[in-house]
């Protein structure tokens, strides 16, 4: 509970969702704002700025995909989208298009607020671009273009630094496929596989057990995120 609760405006057309989400936001000491229509939505993030944004993408009025392109020209705020399990295309379009995360139906009370955590961390990163980042035991520099792990210092090859930092840049947000190849080789296309075998390398020189990895952490058909540990 905070003195002055961030103020969360849930788009969403479905009563039942609609209810677990104000309650367990309520609970824990969230504003919510309620609306079902993408135009709504619209109205709301120009009169009440809201921090976060909780948006099911199957709207009566409005692709989700097309509200989710609208808020990102009024807005940097941060958007947590509510997805199918079998929907992978639509997770990376979600994400290509400026959400910061998703979360699949079903869910429950602890991944959901993880997730809004996340988002909230992820934005406030972003914005103020902190030069060290640090992660359980792993500090990446972004001034000195360090990174150490305990009293270990790491040394990366340029690509892996280049999809290090925009990781980190970007904690708690997941980054597509097609993100990291367009910042790490500056061309999309590239063939993911390239990606894979960096990722895996980067692992290998970060992680206490690469095949447990609890710093890049895999989105199945998706990308990667940077999770922030204590």
Same mark, same amino acid.
């Given at each position: ?34 609306? =079902?229509?993408?135009r709504d939505a619209l109205t709301a993030i120009r009169e009440s700025r809201p921090q976060l944004i909780v948006l099911d993408l199957g709207l009566a009025d409005m692709d989700g995909m097309d509200l989710i ?5 009024? =807005?940097?705020?941060p958007i947590l989208v509510l997805s199918s399990r079998s929907d992978e295309p639509g997770k990376v379009m979600a994400l290509d298009l400026g959400a910061d995360d998703y979360i699949t139906k079903p869910f ?20 103020? =671009? ?78 206490? =057990? ?21």
């Amino acid at each position: 509970m905070t003195s002055q609760p961030l103020d969360v405006l849930v788009v969403e057309d479905d009563p039942a969702i609609h209810r677990f989400l104000r309650n367990t936001l309520t609970v824990q000491g969230y504003k919510v704002h309620e609306v =079902s229509t993408g135009r709504d939505a619209l109205t709301a993030i120009r009169e009440s700025r809201p921090q976060l944004i909780v948006l099911d993408l199957g709207l009566a009025d409005m692709d989700g995909m097309d509200l989710i392109a609208h808020v990102r020209a009024l =807005s940097p705020v941060p958007i947590l989208v509510l997805s199918s399990r079998s929907d992978e295309p639509g997770k990376v379009m979600a994400l290509d298009l400026g959400a910061d995360d998703y979360i699949t139906k079903p869910f429950g009370v602890d991944e959901f607020m993880a997730r809004v955590r996340a988002a909230l961390r992820h934005r406030l990163i972003a914005q103020g =671009s902190p030069p060290i980042v640090k992660t359980g035991a792993l500090v990446v520099d972004l001034v000195h273009r360090t990174v150490t792990h305990g009293n270990d210092e790491i040394r990366l090859s340029p690509k892996e630094y280049d999809i290090l930092r925009e990781l980190v840049v970007h904690a708690g947000k997941v980054l597509t496929h097609r993100h990291l190849l367009r910042v790490a080789w500056g061309d999309e296309e590239v063939d993911v596989q390239y990606l894979r075998v960096y990722v895996r390398q980067l692992r290998q020189k970060i992680e206490t =057990s690469p095949d447990q990895p609890r710093y890049i952490v895999t989105e199945p058909g998706v990308g990667y995120r940077l999770q922030i540990l204590d």
